[in-house]
Structure formats: C-alpha cells, structure tokens
C-alpha cells in the first residue's frame, strides 16, 4: 500500500480506541465528581481511580464552578 492509499479498515480501528479512552476518561471524570460529593476524600480518589491528585482537583474545581 502506497502512503496516499487509504487504510479504512485501520482509520475505523483507530478511531473506536480513541473514542473508546475518551469514553474511559469520561466515566473516570463522573466518578470522580461523584466519589467527591459523597464525601470521598480526593486522595482517597485519586488513588482508586488511578489519577493524579492535581487533576481531581481540578475536576471538583471546575463542578463548583
């Protein structure tokens, strides 16, 4: 296959793994905001969800928004 040729087949693969750790993201985000606001501590979050505790942080910073 030539460099101008177009892999579809790759292109749609590409495309669902992308959207598929978006996705991942976005329901590690809701839990997130949802562990916060039952009282969970960010640490206590951030470990357990496997993300930075800046970016916890940030999350609930940007709810109260």
Do not use: C, W
Request: hydrophobic share 40%; glycine share 6%.
């Amino acid at each position: 296959m030539s460099l101008t040729e177009f892999d579809e087949e790759l292109f749609i693969r590409n495309r669902y793994e992308e959207g598929k750790a978006d996705g991942s993201q976005s329901v590690k985000n809701e839990a997130a905001k949802n562990l916060h606001a039952n009282g969970v501590s960010v640490e206590v979050i951030a470990k357990s969800l496997g993300m930075p505790v800046e970016e916890v942080n940030a999350l609930i910073k940007e709810q109260t928004a």
